[in-house]
């Protein structure tokens, strides 16, 4: 079955950037789907951060928008994410997922994240 | 912006006991609603879709039923693997999540 495996850097430095990579098992993402990112601060809720198309389209919280960006690599079957001038309060697991959506005009509709990755911690400490 | 709101907090129960979680959308979402369960140190497992079909290899005793506003997930009988937090989810192009129950052991 479709297996994904988060991986970057534990700690960041404020005011740097975060930079994780989820890479996708047992399916080409060329294939098709959306796939996104999602965190976790420590003993808080989930937060939707973004999502791809396999073809490169990009949709972003507007809470994050300015900071994020997500990107595909379809010959790596992986896709990336970088968060700009962090925080601690970007403390958090990160998840990536594939995302089951339905395209719009201009816009996706996603629908729910199925599978998710492991997770991986990340600290924003100096 | 669509808010959900899950109750209760806590939910404390006995295996064997039935479980039921409200979610609650500040407007309606017609049946574009998901449910998840997340256990300590893992990643959140999609249990259920589209407010009543489950997921691929999750147990028949858990349903979803609900539309419009007010959504109901039902464990019918716990088993010891099901305590943990469970989040609602609605379908958008900006997806988001109610703050959670956690089912504890009794």
């Known amino acids: 079955q479709v297996q994904l495996q988060e991986s970057g850097p534990g700690l960041v430095k404020p005011s740097e950037t975060l930079s994780l990579t989820c890479t996708v098992s047992?399916?080409?993402?060329?294939?098709?789907?959306?796939w996104g990112w999602l965190r976790q601060p420590p003993g808080k809720g989930l937060e939707w951060i973004g999502s791809i198309y396999h073809r490169g389209h990009t949709y972003y919280n507007p809470s994050l928008r300015s900071r994020v960006s997500i990107s595909v690599d379809t010959s790596n079957n992986h896709f990336s994410l970088k968060v700009t001038s962090v925080t601690a309060a970007d403390t958090a697991v990160y998840f990536c997922?594939?995302?089951?959506?339905?395209?719009?005009?201009?816009?996706?509709?996603?629908?729910?994240?199925?599978?998710w990755g492991q997770g991986t911690l990340v600290t924003v400490s100096s | 912006d669509i808010i959900l709101t899950q109750s209760p907090a806590t939910l404390s129960l006995s295996p064997g006991e039935r479980a039921t979680l409200s979610c609650r959308a500040s407007?309606?979402?017609?049946?574009?609603l998901a449910w998840y369960q997340q256990k300590p140190g893992q990643a959140p497992r999609l249990l259920i879709y589209?407010?009543?079909n489950r997921a691929t290899d999750i147990p028949a005793r858990f349903s979803g039923s609900g539309s419009g506003t007010d959504f109901t997930l039902t464990i019918s009988s716990l088993e010891p693997e099901d305590f943990g937090v469970y989040y609602c989810q609605h379908r958008s192009s900006w997806p988001t999540f109610g703050g959670g129950t956690k089912v504890e052991i009794k």
């Open positions: 407007q309606s979402v017609s049946r574009y």
């Open positions: 047992n399916y080409s993402i060329s294939t098709g789907f959306y």
């Open positions: 997922a594939r995302v089951y959506a339905s395209h719009r005009t201009n816009s996706a509709d996603f629908k729910w994240f199925d599978p």
């Open positions: 589209d407010a009543s």
